[in-house]
């Protein structure tokens, strides 16, 4: 039952019910691979706009309206990357997250971008005790067969609500545009969907398609089976924000483990980024204080000031 106190805990932080948290073990190394303390180096700005920030104005406009998405006309988000051409949009913001795919010609790519949501929610997605690890869905993902891979459980159900009209709008969007790149994108609940869908479409496409995926918030989405499937497929980027716990959760002690590929913003500056080789590094947000958590920090501004929230969004 510790898992409801830790969970429970983090969303009342922070306030003076967060202090029998503290004393609990934050780490654990029962499941997982041990400390990763491995040193971080600095990522400057240049190379976040040259690898990241396409994803990240993607994602923001993931917030906004299946309408304005397919007319692209849903204000600042939209403006900020123009000439895409929507290929498919779903969800109902409600269990289903909005998500659409389009074509993105000057990458000679195609998108597909997960809707995030806010901090209450993704909690209250957390919190849910009903909601463990549970075995990945190996009839949808073959090649993960006799890993004992698990996943979050309600992670994987938003996920399998639209998996089956993503894959195959990404099947279409290939043939019908010839691209040979597929970038997955995503915040959040999001980002734990994008996890998924990006692993999916990797096991799915010709190996001559390179499948890339880019998430901001990310929380643990599965065990250490999982992270390290992901790692040896996929492979994921995944941008966390200075004192947002959203990274932290679920808990190690639970047996949820992150892949590699974090790239943290250390201070509010905007200006300050550093790359966390392995695993749950702990120079990163795994070791975030949890005195110190701010869940403004889990929208942002992560970098260029983008923000992931609707309040962007003409409607
Ligand atoms: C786990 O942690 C303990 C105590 O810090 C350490 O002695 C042990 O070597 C660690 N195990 C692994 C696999 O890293
Ligand atoms: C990473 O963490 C270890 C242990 O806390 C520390 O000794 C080391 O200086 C840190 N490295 C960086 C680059 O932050
Ligand atoms: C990064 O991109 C933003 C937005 O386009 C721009 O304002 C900023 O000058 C760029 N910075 C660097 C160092 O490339
Ligand atoms: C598992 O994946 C298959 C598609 O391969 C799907 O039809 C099925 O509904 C999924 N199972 C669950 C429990 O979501
Ligand atoms: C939390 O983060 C936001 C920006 O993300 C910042 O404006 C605010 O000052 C921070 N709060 C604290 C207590 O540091
Ligand atoms: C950053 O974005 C916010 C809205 O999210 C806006 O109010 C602010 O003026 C922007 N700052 C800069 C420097 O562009």
Redesign the pocket.
């Known amino acids: 039952m510790l898992g409801p106190i830790l969970l429970l805990s983090l969303q009342l932080l922070p306030t003076a019910l967060s202090l029998p948290l503290l004393s609990l073990p934050r780490y654990s190394n029962s499941t997982g691979r041990g400390d990763n303390t491995a040193a971080t180096t600095p990522v400057?700005?240049?190379t976040l706009?040259s690898t990241l920030?396409r994803a990240a104005q993607l994602t923001r406009v993931a917030f906004c309206s299946s309408e304005s998405i397919i007319a692209w006309t849903c204000g600042v988000p939209c403006d900020s990357v123009m000439d895409i051409t929507v290929l498919q949009s779903g969800g109902n913001d409600g269990t289903v997250p909005l998500y659409y795919i389009a074509h993105d010609p000057d990458e000679k790519s195609l998108v597909v971008a997960h809707e995030g949501s806010n901090f209450a929610k993704i909690t209250s997605i957390l919190n849910d005790v009903e909601l463990g690890l549970v075995p990945l869905n190996a009839s949808r993902f073959p090649q993960s067969a006799g890993q004992n891979i698990k996943v979050h459980s309600g992670f994987q159900q938003t996920f399998e609500r639209t998996a089956d009209k993503l894959l195959a709008g990404v099947m279409a969007g290939l043939a019908s545009t010839g691209v040979k790149k597929v970038l997955v994108t995503g915040h959040s609940l999001g980002a734990a969907v994008a996890t998924m869908t990006g692993a999916m479409i990797k096991d799915a496409v010709d190996p001559s398609v390179a499948v890339s995926l880019i998430v901001f918030g990310l929380p643990r989405g599965g065990n250490q089976a999982w992270a390290d499937f992901l790692d040896s497929g996929v492979g994921v980027t995944y941008m966390t924000n200075q004192n947002d716990p959203v990274p932290t959760v679920p808990p190690e002690l639970l047996g949820f483990h992150h892949p590699t590929g974090e790239i943290h913003s250390v201070d509010a500056t905007q200006s300050n980024f550093i790359a966390c080789p392995g695993q749950d590094n702990e120079n990163c947000s795994t070791g975030n204080s949890l005195l110190a958590v701010n869940e403004t920090n889990h929208d942002g501004p992560y970098f260029?000031n983008i923000t992931f929230r609707r309040g962007q969004c003409v409607q």
């Open positions: 400057s700005l240049a706009n920030l260029d």
